[in-house]
């Protein structure tokens, strides 16, 4: 584990931040991940200032435009201009994928590092049904959710928290297991220190590459999956202006307007490309083998 | 080695029953009386009545489930509540239908995926290496709606030559689906290729990098038969479980890509039973999901076994 000689440098808090800092500073690929995503982020901020359209403002005589100086992207079947709706267009999933994110890979690290720690029956029963619901893939298991509790930004949130918790504990717990049996933390069991305070302050900073780098994937994947349930209709709702959506309604006019449908396309890909390397970047800074492990 | 497979056995059915116990309770959940929940406010006493005895309400949840795995063993899903067919022949009809697009897309995927992934290997940091692993970077980072999106513009409206969607239903003979298996077929490939092209590529770097292949080298082997008798069987090892992985997740891009197309197959059937609250197919296709997860696992560790002799004498798990 690389965290180990800069938790000595600092105290442990420290230590985490600046083990990410180091990994996203010395990896190119990390760099550039990270300003694409931040460039997402700015936009979709800035959004109501970059264009003079609203985003659900429908002009029914302008509808299904081409590609003109005054629609850069041309317009949809309602006469909405499309390059509005793109830019406005990574709000909800933004925030969805950040919040479901963290509060997955939050949630996932504190359990997979007790787990580890307490091992024992604790660590068999949560694996078994950590492996459970990975049997589910991820977007099944999102519809059942949806089905049971309705669509909704908050319950859209909790179940990609759901879904995601388990694939965190796996490969947190992991990575924990091969710092409980240091010398350290028997150490700190010796002192007779609080099972908690063992793994906020010897675990954690320990884990933190593997979490940044399953943060980062997680939320490229978190940002699949939410446009994937916005363009089958469980997401975002109309007329909110949402990527996987807008490729749902403007799909039917592929033929007129091709551009309504490839811009929204892009955006979404380019941020998620983002995430990927950021990913990639501070897996390879680390040596975290990215792919050798349990997936989506 | 028997008793190997017995135990990962007895493990993918503890995984199984506990993913349907799940589903099971996620579906119970639905606020307040799942059969006004169904069937909407306006739904008169009797109806509900009616839908309370078919879901067997009555009885406590616990009692539902266990009847619903005896059910199932047997093969018996119970009642569609949108058509009132058996969910067990419903599901068998669009299986077919999926088959056909997912068998076809794991052994495209499959060859696409190992040939690019020893070739970016084999050149690696070089400009084939930059434009596969450029390709399969991007190819992770779009969804399936939008892959399969893009085919239909590049396939369907620019060079017209496979149909955009699908107007047969789901008993239609093979022979009629045929023309429409392709581009549903190659998206969910180019969407399963992504992520084993890049393990199959580290992969590759790392064997020949080994002493072995060091060896066959020198002894004057020609590069050909150095990477298909000596590199590939080695390379393809460690990306078992990975392609196990994404062959399991398949079953959740088959949902997204079905819808595209509007193939009459387990993924569109699934989108219908959530519009239209379906709970018993809902169910069913979960825990079918979990079968195919738990059955590609089982192959992948069957499979490293038959690749690596070592596995096979210990009769030890190493996973």
Redesign the interface.
């Known amino acids: 584990m690389t965290g180990s000689e800069l938790t000595v440098a600092g105290t442990p808090a420290q230590g985490t931040l600046r083990t990410v800092w180091a990994g996203i500073r010395s990896s190119r690929a990390a760099t550039i991940g990270l300003a694409i995503v931040a460039l997402h982020v700015l936009v979709a901020i800035a959004a109501p200032l970059l264009t003079s359209y609203a985003p659900t403002q429908s002009v029914p005589a302008e509808a299904l435009a081409g590609v003109s100086w005054d629609h850069l992207a041309g317009t949809d079947q309602y006469g909405r201009d499309v390059l509005t709706r793109v830019l406005h267009g990574g709000r909800f999933a933004l925030v969805v994928c950040a919040l479901s994110t963290v509060a997955a890979v939050g949630l996932g690290t504190v359990v997979g590092c007790f787990v580890a720690l307490r091992g024992g029956w604790a660590d068999n029963v949560v694996m078994?049904?950590v492996?459970?619901?990975?049997?589910?893939?991820?977007?099944?298991?999102l519809?059942?959710?949806?089905?049971?509790?309705g669509t909704g930004t908050w319950v859209v949130v909790a179940a990609i928290t759901i879904v995601y918790v388990p694939g965190v504990v796996r490969v947190v717990r992991a990575a924990a297991q091969s710092v409980v049996p240091l010398e350290y933390v028997t150490a700190a069991r010796a002192r007779g220190e609080r099972r908690w305070s063992i793994l906020r302050r010897e675990l954690l900073p320990n884990v933190a590459d593997v979490v940044a780098v399953e943060l980062a994937m997680r939320a490229?994947w978190a940002a699949?999956l939410v446009?994937?349930l916005s363009?089958?209709g469980?997401g975002a709702n109309p007329p909110t202006p949402d990527w996987?959506l807008m490729?749902?309604e403007n799909?039917t006019a592929?033929?007129v307007v091709?551009m309504a449908?490839?811009a929204p396309?892009v955006a979404?890909?380019t941020f998620?490309?983002g995430?990927?390397?950021a990913a990639?970047g501070l897996a390879k800074a680390w040596g975290i083998?990215r792919?050798?492990r349990?997936?989506? | 080695m028997t008793l190997f497979v017995a135990r990962r056995l007895g493990?993918m059915v503890?995984?199984?029953?506990?993913?349907s116990?799940?589903?099971f309770v996620?579906?119970?959940?639905?606020?307040g009386d799942v059969a006004t929940q169904i069937l909407g406010r306006d739904a008169t006493p009797e109806a509900v009545q009616v839908l309370r005895d078919q879901l067997g309400l009555d009885q406590p949840a616990w009692r539902r489930y266990l009847e619903w795995v005896g059910g199932a063993i047997q093969g018996d899903f119970g009642t569609s509540l949108a058509s009132g067919e058996a969910v067990g022949s419903e599901l068998a009809l669009h299986l077919r239908n999926t088959l056909l697009i997912a068998v076809l897309a794991i052994a495209g995927g499959l060859l696409f995926s190992l040939v690019l992934g020893v070739v970016a290997g084999l050149y690696r940091d070089r400009w084939p290496d930059h434009l596969i692993s450029g390709a399969s970077?991007?190819g992770?980072?779009?969804?399936?709606?939008?892959v399969a999106?893009?085919l239909?513009?590049l396939f369907s409206?620019t060079i017209p030559v496979f149909p955009?969607v699908v107007l047969d239903d789901a008993d239609a003979t093979v022979g009629q689906l045929l023309p429409a298996i392709w581009l549903p077929a190659l998206a969910l490939s180019i969407a399963l290729a992504a992520?084993v092209v890049?393990?199959m590529r580290?992969s590759v770097i790392d064997v020949m990098a080994s002493e072995y292949v060091q060896t066959a080298r020198l002894r004057g082997l020609g590069t050909g038969r150095v990477v298909l008798r000596h590199a590939l069987p080695n390379a393809v090892l460690?990306t078992l479980?990975?392609i196990a992985?994404?062959v399991?997740?398949l079953?959740?891009?088959v949902?997204?890509v079905e819808?595209?197309f509007n193939y009459p197959g387990i993924g569109t059937l699934?989108?219908d039973?959530?519009y239209d609250?379906d709970?018993p197919v809902?169910q069913a296709?979960?825990v079918l999901?979990?079968v195919v997860?738990?059955l590609c696992n089982l192959a992948a560790d069957v499979a490293a076994m038959g690749l690596n002799p070592r596995l096979r004498a210990g009769g030890r798990s190493t996973a």
């Open positions: 078994r049904l492996d459970s619901v990975l049997a589910v893939p991820a977007i099944l298991a519809l059942v959710v949806v089905t049971a509790l490229s699949l446009s994937s363009f089958l469980f996987g490729v749902a799909r592929l033929t091709p449908t490839l396309i979404l890909a998620v490309v995430l990927n390397l990639d083998d792919f050798r349990d997936g989506r | 493990a503890l995984t199984v029953v506990l993913a116990l799940l589903v996620a579906l119970q959940a639905l606020p970077l991007v992770m980072s779009v969804p399936e709606f939008v999106t893009v239909v513009l409206v955009a992520y890049r393990m580290a460690p479980n990975v992985l994404n399991a997740w079953v959740g891009g949902v997204v819808t595209v699934m989108i039973a959530v609250r709970l809902l296709i979960a999901s979990a997860y738990a």
